[in-house]
């Protein structure tokens, strides 16, 4: 019972009780504890209108007026909509043959109900229209004799339907072209063309210029040619200048079927821009060929179209049969061709203008992005967090997925190395800055992508279109389109940035890698300038090891040196004690101011080895001037006696 999807009831005669089964009370969008159990509860749910009828038949059934009870009737479902129904059941009568209970299903018929009304009002639409077409509509057997003629034709060309199923095709045209026509007929029967051109001759004699297009089918179950006939003769010149109009404008144009949204003619550009052939279109549905990228936006059009019967400078995404987006700005109106209401639309591709629009706004944004960038790698001191803050704000303003840094190492034998060393990644995408695989890549292994960036050129791309060995690479990446531009310090291939677009195939436009290559300039400089500070402070640090041990070294020679010169002081001192002529006396004095001053000169390299360790003391100590120049001057005496000069010293009294 559950698998049939049937309601069921079962009818206590004798007492009026129905048992109504929850699916028979779901069925009309009830729960089971909504609907009571009684038969007056399933009187209530008939339609009014079909409640004498109902009642009737079950009582007709009870009396034996009839011998089954199978009835279709409509119910009211819960949401006040009618549900067509139809009903069974049977009796079970005592031996007088009365009936006690009844039992029986009910079938939710209503949409078989609806699906009939639909064929039959499109029956009798389709009567409707072959009767009330102002074109001449003929139907043919595969030998051309005439099987049906609608009111037009009889009209037009005044035969009745006698007349005309006893003749053929080719007699309703003038005899002097009976020859022409055949042949026509003959190449449309053999798919070489779908029309005639030639006029049509009435019962009177009148010739009635026409085109006549044939298509085959079945007429009655048996194959036939179908002719529409249209009378040319008042709407000839304004039909030809539309469809001239209609083919030969440069904008996309389209009629579509205000019904069911068919297409029933696109223009030539419709088919040439969007890369469709006609026969591939006609048919067809926008939502079935998938024309609108945004089908939300293109279902608010349609109720505008419906509302007001025409829209204007509306902007929809297009996209052509091999998946590129279009930007469309569309107009159109609805159009009543006799045979049935039609949407005409006018699109003027807009996709360039769109482009243009959106490229100079990247271009500004990708600008700040380089200027704000370019103050970053001035200020900072640490050019590997510059270039950090720097990707995030060109990879947002570029709306990539990856910005990245890679360095390059040369070996003893001169073959270079590439690793990541900076990233920056969009949240949808996956980070590589931990990939094994980006790391000591040798330049061999990616030569057709290391090559131009060794010549100082930029390498960028679809990756579908990139050599295996680099295409390999990118795809493990989910790459779909690349921009790399190399780094060069000191005239060396230092390495390179890149940008990664991973969400679909981008072509990089002039514009974005001109200013992106501006800012790789302002990052080699960045590098170079921090790369010669480190250059500098290890210098500075040499050199300040060796001013250290030059210090140790005078502060320990200074020592070595004063130990013999104190001994030479004393033993002056010890001499100076004896029995000396004047002459030797004063040598000796000499000697021992000689001594002295050799002292404060090793005392003066002491100091300075404390004055470059900053640990110099200044002392004050009393000293007599004319002593202390006397005795400079001694000093060089004895050079001066060598070379037979004379050395005076002249202090004056005050």
């Known amino acids: 019972m559950a698998g049939s999807n049937d309601g069921f009831w079962d009818w206590n005669i004798l007492t009026n009780e129905l048992y109504l089964s929850p699916r028979w009370k779901l069925q009309l969008g009830y729960r089971d504890d909504e609907i009571r159990n009684s038969f007056s509860s399933f009187e209530a749910l008939i339609f009014e209108e079909d409640k004498e009828k109902v009642l009737t038949c079950v009582k007709e059934y009870l009396s034996g007026e009839v011998i089954n009870y199978v009835i279709s009737f409509r119910m009211v479902h819960k949401d006040q909509s009618l549900r067509h129904m139809r009903a069974r059941g049977e009796a079970i009568r005592d031996a007088q043959g009365k009936p006690y209970r009844m039992a029986g299903s009910h079938s939710d018929i209503t949409l078989q109900v609806e699906q009939q009304s639909a064929l039959k009002e499109k029956e009798q639409n389709f009567n409707s229209f072959f009767e009330t077409i102002d074109d001449l509509l003929l139907v043919g057997d595969v030998n051309g004799h005439i099987l049906y003629a609608n009111r037009a034709t009889i009209l037009k060309l005044g035969y009745d339907n006698e007349e005309l199923y006893q003749m053929h095709i080719l007699d309703l045209h003038p005899n002097d072209r009976r020859q022409e026509a055949e042949q026509i007929f003959a190449d449309m029967f053999e798919g070489k063309r779908d029309n005639c051109p030639l006029p049509l001759i009435s019962k009177k004699g009148k010739l009635i210029p026409v085109e006549t297009r044939v298509w085959f089918g079945t007429w009655n179950g048996e194959a036939c040619v179908f002719g529409i006939v249209k009378d040319l003769s008042v709407k000839e010149a304004a039909l030809d200048k539309f469809h001239k ?99 005409l639309t006018v699109m003027t591709d807009i996709t360039d203008l769109k482009n243009s629009e959106k490229l100079l706004k990247m271009k500004d944004r990708i600008l700040s992005a380089v200027a704000k960038s370019t103050d970053i790698l001035l200020d900072s001191s640490d050019y590997v967090i510059a270039i950090s803050k720097c990707f995030k704000l060109l990879g947002q303003a570029t709306d990539v997925d990856r910005v990245y840094l890679f360095e390059n190492k040369y070996n003893e034998e001169g073959n270079g190395y590439t690793s990541q060393k900076i990233e920056w990644s969009s949240e949808s995408s996956r980070p590589q800055i931990d990939n094994p695989e980006l790391q000591n890549i040798p330049f061999g292994e990616i030569h057709s992508f290391i090559k131009p960036l060794i010549n100082n050129e930029a390498y960028y791309g679809k990756t579908s279109e990139f050599k295996e060995d680099v295409r390999q690479i990118l795809e493990a990446q989910s790459i779909q389109s690349i921009l790399v531009m190399p780094v060069f310090i000191n005239n060396i291939f230092w390495g390179f940035v890149g940008f990664d677009e991973c969400k679909y195939e981008r072509e990089w436009s002039e514009i974005e890698y001109s200013i992106l290559n501006a800012f790789n300039g302002s990052l080699e400089r960045a590098v170079e300038r921090q790369l010669v500070e480190l250059e500098l402070k290890e210098a500075k640090q040499k050199a300040e090891s060796a001013n250290i041990a030059k210090g140790q070294f005078l502060a320990n020679m200074s020592h070595e040196i004063r130990t013999p010169i104190n001994g030479v002081m004393g033993m002056l001192s010890l001499l100076d004690y004896t029995t000396l002529s004047e002459e030797q006396s004063s040598y000796v004095n000499e000697a021992k101011t000689a001594s002295e001053m050799l002292l404060y000169l090793i005392n003066d390299i002491l100091d300075l080895s404390k004055i470059e360790a900053g640990k110099m003391n200044l002392e004050e100590t009393t000293f007599e001037l004319r002593s202390m120049l006397e005795e400079t001057v001694s000093v060089f005496m004895p050079k001066a006696i060598e070379k037979e000069l004379e050395l005076n010293l002249f202090i004056k009294k005050n």
């Open 245 to 343: 109009l209609f083919n030969n404008n440069p904008a996309l144009m389209a009629i579509t079927s205000l019904e069911d949204h068919t297409f029933k003619d696109v223009n030539e550009a419709f088919c040439e821009r969007l890369g469709y052939e006609k026969s591939e279109i006609l048919g067809k549905t926008a939502l079935e060929l998938e024309l609108f990228t945004e089908p939300e936006k293109q279902m608010e059009v349609a109720k505008v179209l419906r509302e007001k019967g025409r829209i204007k400078d509306i902007e929809l995404k297009v996209k052509t049969k091999t998946n590129q987006i279009m930007t469309g700005l569309f107009a159109g109106e609805v159009i009543d061709n006799q045979l049935e209401k039609s949407f």
